[in-house]
């Protein structure tokens, strides 16, 4: 049961609270600070008492809030935030940071009479009479939700903005062709990584902001060079995209060139790029010494079988001129040369028939073992004469493979041959064969080593290049129809 002292002290308190309300409903019900007030149609203006409940209210107030004056003066300002934020008691410490700071902002979620949300600006500052005591607060509120949106799509916005340039720097950096892009006075701008490498020892900061001429001694910018310098005299507008080709003789590499002039900028802008086409160009190259390697296979060998004819009536008239004259020993010296040439003439045609003959189309599975042996035993007669000997080394149990072993036989023949004609007297060819897995599949390596003097640097670029030979007698076509 409360006694007299309490209920006393009630009386009083509550008596000051109603002296502060009417205090702020005097200072509310001015004239001209009503008017100012009630003109705001943007803002809610409204004054609480110091325990924070609501006093005043304005039009502005009624359209932001939902609330009309009626209903809800002498409620608590509570009932404005979330109930998130009501579990934090925001709006107990919004109170006591404007008595300890003399004015409060806070930006937060707010709710309206409908329960939606906004996101509002509050501005809470203490009031005071005469005196200095605090007898209530006046509290400012801006619906911030369209501002907020705007700010949070702009910063989507630039967010996504950074995000792809990010990816286009990336993306720039990554192109593996060289690219630089030059002002309208050919300053180096930008340059991705490729370009960089192409700089040889300089970096971007050696050449970011300088001219083209800072490449000028390496190719292909030498050539770009030149190539801008014809488009100097040309107006913007009359400037057209070029194209063309630099060879890098002292690097072996070929380079296919694009330039072009953007001007969709401020100020023009020039783009390069380089393409390394070099290994496409070998490809050509390639593709164009087979066509006439085949072209000339062909003719040699529809040569070689036209010659064959005559070479065999001249071998007969030869072999029954031996015959009808055993006596004449006065014409053995010259009988011996022409034996000799018309040998030589024989193996040259049996060389270029080969050569010419059109790659095998349906090889047949067998052993390299017995291909081997085969050639062995067709250079037995000549290892022998050159006193060489011939170490085959060959695991006892060898898969099948597909081969076409007429052909394979001729290519262990040519490279034995080769091997004992530069092997030293007394010396051996081997011949070791092994099992090989690489690239996920199964090989068959085979290694023909002889102990002569080897190929020298200048003649390796040609060994398989048809009549290149450095032996005497040698024909010149045993590694390339090997090849």
Avoid at 51 to 58: A, L, R, T
Avoid at 234 to 243: D, F, H, M, V, Y
Avoid at 248 to 272: C, G, L, P, Q, Y
Avoid at 342 to 366: A, F, H, I, T, V
Wanted: neutral net charge.
């Amino acid at each position: 049961m409360p006694t007299f002292r309490s209920m006393k002290n009630e009386k009083i308190l509550k008596k000051a609270i109603k002296q502060h309300r009417e205090l702020l409903t005097d200072i509310y019900q001015d004239h001209s600070f009503r008017l100012l007030v009630q003109s705001v149609k943007d803002y809610a203006i409204y004054m609480l008492d110091k325990n924070g409940y609501i006093v005043s209210w304005n039009d502005g107030a009624e359209n932001i809030k939902g609330y009309k004056a009626s209903e809800i003066i002498g409620k608590h300002f509570s009932c404005f935030y979330t109930p998130e934020d009501q579990e934090k008691c925001l709006p107990k410490v919004g109170l006591d940071m404007a008595i300890k700071q003399g004015h409060f902002e806070r930006e937060g979620w707010r709710l309206r009479k409908d329960g939606s949300k906004f996101w509002a600006n509050v501005n809470i500052s203490p009031v005071r009479d005469e005196t200095g005591e605090l007898i209530g607060f006046a509290k400012v509120t801006c619906d911030m939700t369209e501002k907020k949106r705007l700010l949070e799509e702009q910063l989507q916005l630039q967010l996504s903005v950074e995000a792809a340039a990010q990816e286009l720097q990336l993306t720039f950096t990554a192109i593996e062709s060289p690219i630089i892009i030059l002002d309208n006075v050919w300053n180096i701008v930008r340059l991705n990584k490729a370009a960089e490498d192409l700089a040889k020892e300089q970096t971007q900061k050696e050449i970011i902001g300088f001219s083209l001429e800072v490449l000028s001694k390496y190719q292909p910018w030498k050539q770009i060079l030149d190539c801008l310098k014809k488009t100097q005299n040309l107006k913007n507008g009359e400037r057209k995209a070029i194209s063309c080709q630099v060879e890098d003789a002292n690097n072996k590499r070929t380079w296919d060139i694009a330039i072009s002039f953007s001007k969709k900028m401020e100020s023009e802008r020039v783009i390069i790029i380089a393409k390394d086409i070099s290994k496409l160009v070998e490809l050509q190259e390639s593709l164009r010494h087979s066509e006439i390697m085949s072209t000339l296979g062909s003719l040699v060998a529809g040569v070689a079988h036209e010659v064959r004819n005559p070479l065999f009536s001249m071998s007969a008239t030869l072999e029954a001129f031996e015959e009808d004259f055993p006596e004449h020993s006065e014409y053995k010296e010259y009988l011996d040369i022409l034996h000799s040439e018309l040998n030589r003439l024989s193996q040259l045609m049996k060389d270029l028939l080969e050569y010419g003959k059109p790659p095998s189309q349906k090889p047949l599975p067998s052993r390299i073992n017995l291909v081997i042996a085969e050639a062995i035993k067709c250079c037995e007669h000549l290892a022998n004469q050159k006193k060489v000997k011939i170490d085959l080394q060959i695991p006892e149990i060898l898969p099948q493979i597909l081969l076409d072993e007429t052909r394979l036989v001729q290519v262990f023949q040519n490279l034995l041959d080769n091997a004992i004609n530069y092997s030293p007297a007394n010396s051996k060819v081997i011949i070791k064969v092994s099992l090989l897995a690489e690239t996920n599949q199964n090989w068959l390596k085979v290694i023909v080593q002889d102990f002569g003097v080897g190929f020298s640097k200048e003649d390796l670029p040609k060994v398989f290049e048809p009549f290149y030979s450095r032996r005497p007698g040698g024909t010149g076509l045993g590694l390339p129809i090997v090849q």
